[in-house]
């Protein structure tokens, strides 16, 4: 069964950091492309970052280049999201997604608050 287990979140000041994890289970993690969504109030899902399998490639949505990185250690089957220089509107639930196979399987999110 996959499961996936967000960590990390919570409030921090504008232009303070933080560090999601994502533990995953169930399935074969360093042969999976991994991802970090999230979604803002009154607002649509949004693609963050993906990292392939072997973690040699890496995209990053153009609001976060810079700032975000994405990484995963794959001996541990843990995905990360390293958040620096955080804005107000990086203000959102955080979700990791794990490709599997042709199915996608999604995390319960977790509160990333960016405010004074």
């Known amino acids: 069964q996959v499961q996936l287990v967000e960590s990390g979140g919570g409030l921090v000041q504008p232009g303070g950091s933080l560090r999601l994890s994502c533990a995953a289970s169930?399935?074969?993690?360093?042969?999976?492309?991994m991802s970090w969504y999230r979604q803002a109030p009154g607002k649509g899902q949004e693609l963050v970052a993906s990292?392939?399998?072997?973690?040699?490639?890496?995209n990053y949505a153009d609001s976060v280049k810079g700032r975000f990185t994405i990484s995963r250690d794959n001996a541990k089957n843990v995905l990360y999201l390293q958040m620096n220089s955080l804005k107000p509107e990086d203000t959102a639930v955080y979700y990791c997604k794990a490709r599997v196979t042709v199915l996608d399987w999604w995390g319960q999110g977790i509160q990333v608050t960016v405010s004074s």
């Open positions: 990292i392939t399998g072997g973690g040699g490639t890496t």
């Open positions: 169930g399935f074969t993690f360093s042969r999976s492309a």
